[in-house]
């Protein structure tokens, strides 16, 4: 391999690969689950059921860059897909039940483990990009190249 090429690597850890320091990753996602500022832990993160605010209240952090876009939505559905599931199959398993009592049990469970997931689940994915300094969380815009012409 040639000395005057350089490589280029990807670093997990420590300090990022433009030099700025590692942002703390699971407290930052914690915080989000919790519905909190990644940054600082103690502004709120939402200002309804899954809409962020703009800026936090009390340390300044932009938090309009995120892209949680269906991320949250695609988690909820495989974990309350798997524990409705696993649920059901158990209990079929085990009891005869009629058609209506599995309707009555599945079908409000379903949507409450949905609803109840969401919230944490959007806010854990802002975490992440803020603590991997993601879509603009870096101070840098977040610029999407355009195709070059064939």
């Not at 090429?5 to 703390?24: D, T, Y």
């Not at 919790?34 to 600082?40: A, D, K, T, Y």
Request: net charge negative; proline share 5%; aromatic share 8%.
């Amino acid at each position: 391999m040639p000395s005057d090429l350089k490589m280029n690597q990807q670093v997990f850890g420590g300090e990022h690969h433009s030099g700025r320091v590692a942002r703390p990753l699971w407290t930052a996602m914690k915080r989000g689950a919790l519905g909190r500022c990644p940054h600082c832990g103690e502004g709120k993160l939402f200002r309804a059921f899954v809409k962020t605010v703009d800026k936090c209240d009390r340390c300044g952090e932009e938090l309009h860059h995120h892209r949680a876009d269906d991320l949250p939505a695609y988690l909820v559905v495989v974990i309350v897909g798997h524990i409705v599931l696993g649920a059901f199959m158990g209990i079929e398993a085990t009891s005869t039940l009629s058609t209506w009592q599995h309707i009555a049990i599945w079908v409000p469970l379903t949507i409450l483990l949905a609803v109840v997931l969401l919230q944490p689940i959007k806010g854990a994915v802002i975490g992440l990009q803020w603590a991997l300094y993601m879509h603009g969380f870096g101070g840098e815009e977040d610029l999407i190249e355009s195709h070059p012409e064939a």
